[in-house]
């Protein structure tokens, strides 16, 4: 034998030996059921992983528990692992040994000291739940409720799953495997050092940076870094607009300008107009009256249309100053949201930040070009566009009408409608009579084409002529007579008989000729007043003074009662 063969048994004697003395030490394994200890990986297979522990033989853990969410080993031979040792048998030499909930143990060691020092855990988010969601804080699944999850409400609660956040441990029972965080607890914490910190250089004018964390009709409220600012509608630019939305983003980052800050109610006034310059300064000389320019119509109301000069810039067009001859119920009539239209600047007032434009003065106003055109007295042509009651309406130009009035259609014939005499579509000859640029009246005439015949009727039916005339109307008060077409006299009901008339109807017929005298008349006011009765005063006063009727020298006798009585004295002779 030599001496390289009794080493080698020599050591091999020591190492059993060694194994034997360990074997049968009191501490080995001396492993406590449900401690944690370290073991090493000695077999990896499909189903199983393979840990020594120190102990008779090596614990069994099913590989599942070393798999991470894609389903791949995160475990490899010689690794150094902790587990957990969940049962020993010292008579079989068996053990029972746990990685998770090794894992388990650990992670609530650490959230318990989590919770004592009112720490912080980081969690990802990986499911929603009935009233919250389920919070993964590295091997143990904790609740977050609803109401945990941020300041505000979320509007998309689903947006947070897989998301990673940091947690405060509120509550944790082992024996259950219970945790619930809390995520709004470190906001507010956040928040309110953020809003300390703020409200010590908070001040006004001064330029700051928020996000858009919420959009009403009137404004947006901005989250300054623990303090909220309201940047109201009409601070946000200097154009119009109808809604926030319009320039404003939820969640978009912000630059502003603090317009007001009161440190007491904590309120803050925040700008985004004021960061740009006030178009409207010095506008009076960007915008002098008179001048004529292009804009866009940005919004219709009953009384106008507002005009975007430029962007922050509106001016108003009246309806009234829209058109000069259309007489518009509503500005739709003329132009429509978007539309580029030309105006006229007509006055500007900066202090009150108004611009009054007009629409018609682009164009001439066609009433001075009527007015030249036809000075009045001017005879012209035109076709009825309009009947009425009262009148009819000739076109003359574009959009301006003559108006022929009812009572200048005859000067004689007594015209109850204009549609007894015209119908729309007829051309007729008229006179002008008015134009009138302010009020903007264009009046004409057809009798006017004719002399007035009342202007001969005093020369022709002086006071005291006799004239013939035809009963045309019989009333209460007179009667009418016609002594020549158109021209009629009145005989009143006293100037009919010298004895009371109760009814003229029950003397005369319309329709025969009667005799009458002149005892009134006036071209001016067209009257011409007749009289039956004097007629017969006339004839009387001519008759011998002693066949008068009621002269004394009859007794009182009329002409017929002398006459009577000499008829029957004769009688009597005979």
Same mark, same amino acid.
């Given at each position: ?9 020599? !050591? ?25 200890? @370290? ?18 033989? +090596? ?24 587990? %957990? ?24 060691? @650490? ?36 109401? #945990?999850? !941020? ?16 947690? *405060? ?5 082992? *024996?259950?495997?219970?945790?619930? $965080? ?6 507010? =914490? ?5 809003? &300390? ?15 858009? @964390? ?28 109808? #809604? ?7 969640? &978009? +980052? ?19 107009? &004021? ?92 009433? +001075? ?44 014939? @007594?015209?109850? #409608?204009?549609?007894?005499? %015209? ?8 006179? $002008? ?8 009246? %264009?009046?004409?005439?057809?009798? &006017?084409?004719? =002399? ?10 002086? $006071? ?17 007579? =016609? ?28 329709? $025969? ?6 005892? #009134?008349?006036?071209?001016?006011? *067209? ?19 002693? %066949? ?27």
């Amino acid at each position: 034998m030599t001496t390289e063969t009794i080493d080698t048994s020599l !050591d091999a004697e020591m190492s059993f030996e060694s194994a034997l003395e360990n074997y049968l030490s009191s501490d080995f394994g001396d492993l406590e059921e449900g401690s944690i200890v @370290k073991g090493e990986v000695v077999r990896v297979d499909g189903d199983y992983v393979l840990v020594d522990v120190n102990f008779k033989s +090596e614990g069994q853990i099913p590989a599942s528990e070393f798999k991470d969410a894609e389903g791949a080993l995160t475990i490899n031979v010689g690794d150094v692992v902790d587990v %957990f040792v969940a049962r020993k048998n010292e008579m079989e030499g068996t053990i029972t040994l746990s990685f998770e909930k090794a894992k388990r143990m650990q992670v609530f060691d @650490k959230l318990e000291e989590v919770q004592e020092k009112e720490g912080t855990t980081r969690g990802r988010i990986i499911r929603r739940i009935k009233g919250g969601y389920t919070v993964d804080l590295g091997g143990v699944e904790a609740f977050l409720p609803g109401s #945990h999850v !941020d300041l505000r409400p979320v509007p998309d609660m689903d947006a947070l799953v897989n998301q990673e956040y940091d947690f *405060r441990v509120l509550k944790i029972n082992r *024996r259950r495997s219970n945790v619930i $965080v809390s995520r709004r607890v470190l906001l507010e =914490e956040e928040r309110d050092s953020k809003r &300390q910190d703020l409200l010590l250089t908070l001040e006004e004018g001064q330029i700051v940076v928020g996000k858009a @964390k919420n959009i009403t009709e009137y404004g947006v409220f901005v989250d300054l870094g623990g303090l909220d600012g309201l940047l109201h509608i009409t601070d946000m630019s200097w154009k119009r607009i109808r #809604h926030p939305k319009e320039l404003v983003s939820l969640g &978009q +980052e912000l630059e502003l300008k603090i317009l007001s800050f009161d440190r007491d109610s904590q309120k803050v006034s925040l700008g985004m107009k &004021q960061l740009v310059n006030d178009p409207w300064a010095d506008i009076t000389s960007k915008y002098p009256e008179n001048a004529r320019l292009s804009g866009k119509v940005t919004n219709l109301v009953d009384y106008g249309a507002f005009v975007e000069l430029e962007p922050g810039v509106e001016g108003l067009v009246h309806i009234s100053e829209m058109s000069w001859t259309r007489k518009l119920r509503h500005p739709s009539q003329m132009v429509r949201v978007g539309d580029e239209v030309e105006v006229v600047i007509l006055g500007v007032d900066p202090d009150k930040k108004r611009i009054s434009l007009g629409m018609k003065q682009v164009k001439p106003n066609p009433w +001075e070009v009527v007015a030249e055109k036809y000075p009045e007295g001017t005879i012209l042509e035109g076709v009825i566009k309009n009947i009425t009651e009262f009148g009819m309406f000739i076109g003359i130009e574009d959009g301006i009408d003559g108006l022929i009035h009812v009572s200048d259609i005859s000067w004689t014939k @007594k015209i109850r #409608h204009p549609n007894e005499l %015209f119908n729309v579509g007829d051309t007729v000859q008229a006179k $002008v009579l008015t134009v009138d640029q302010e009020s903007e009246k %264009f009046t004409l005439g057809v009798k &006017q084409l004719t =002399e007035d015949p009342w202007s001969k009727v005093p020369s022709n039916y002086p $006071v005291g002529a006799m004239i013939n005339g035809v009963v045309t109307n019989i009333t209460d008060f007179g009667l009418f007579v =016609e002594v020549e077409e158109g021209i009629e006299g009145l005989v009143h009901v006293s100037e009919i008989s010298q004895k009371k008339v109760k009814s003229p109807s029950e003397m005369f017929k319309e329709g $025969v000729t009667i005799q009458a005298k002149v005892i #009134h008349v006036s071209a001016e006011e *067209r009257r011409l007043g007749l009289s039956i009765k004097q007629i017969k005063d006339d004839e009387e006063r001519r008759r011998p003074k002693e %066949f008068r009727s009621g002269s004394p020298e009859t007794g009182g006798q009329t002409l017929g009662d002398i006459l009577k009585l000499k008829l029957e004295e004769d009688a009597a002779d005979n």
